[in-house]
């Protein structure tokens, strides 16, 4: 059994009890500590985290096409150990899923999942001004012991529509990661006009956005990536 907490805001330390398996991001491992000899290895994913090849392979293919993709590292513990994973001083949000509940979120920022996640990729959009609303990464709960630890650029912050059923509108390119039960999938909102094409654009001409009938939670950070399309004309 594995069970997820953070340390000081940015490490996560997975505390394994008897024998499992863990998926991290390549390289995450920063720390160990088991008694005896050290009773976990590492080794990398070729295809994905899927048991099955078929699924496996169009995994793979659907990650790569979509740009989704992220270098996966499997995790074999066998006995009761602690290990610590990091990535670049980011900070950590660990978050465990119920049965059913899915989170959807951005490959770069996935840090570690544990084997009772479904990890796949859905697309939800098309994208206009922003690389970001082609696709997601999605891992849904399957059993008791479904943790996630996401990695995000500064403290993140939290909205939530559950019981206010507000409307959420959130920039692509902050947005971490959202969670809900079912279908709670974004609309993408787009505000082009003919300024936008003369150098007059706002810099927020697209959304993510939740109206009231869709319950859901958005983690998103206090910084933008860099990158995406911009369609102006200096």
Known sequence: ML???????LTLKVTCTGNDILFTKAGAYIAGDCAGNTNYRFEKVLLGPQNNLGQALLGSLARRVTGENIP?????????SETYYACNAQHVLVYRLEPGETISVESENILAFTQDCRYSVR????????QKGLATSTLTGEGKNAYVAILTDGNPIALSNVQSRNTIAVDPDAVICWMGNGN????????????????????????????????????????????????KID
């Open 72 to 80: 996966l590292m499997k995790v074999t513990l066998s006995g009761n």
């Open 123 to 130: 697309f939800i959009g098309s994208g206009v001004l922003s």
């Open 3 to 9: 069970t997820f907490e953070t340390v000081n805001e």
């Open 184 to 231: 709670c999938d974004p609309h993408i909102r787009t505000d082009v006009n003919w300024k936008t094409f003369i150098g007059q654009a706002s810099g927020e001409s697209y959304s993510f956005e939740w109206n009231g009938s869709m319950p859901v939670t958005v983690i998103i950070q206090p910084s933008e990536r860099k990158g995406g399309i911009q369609l």
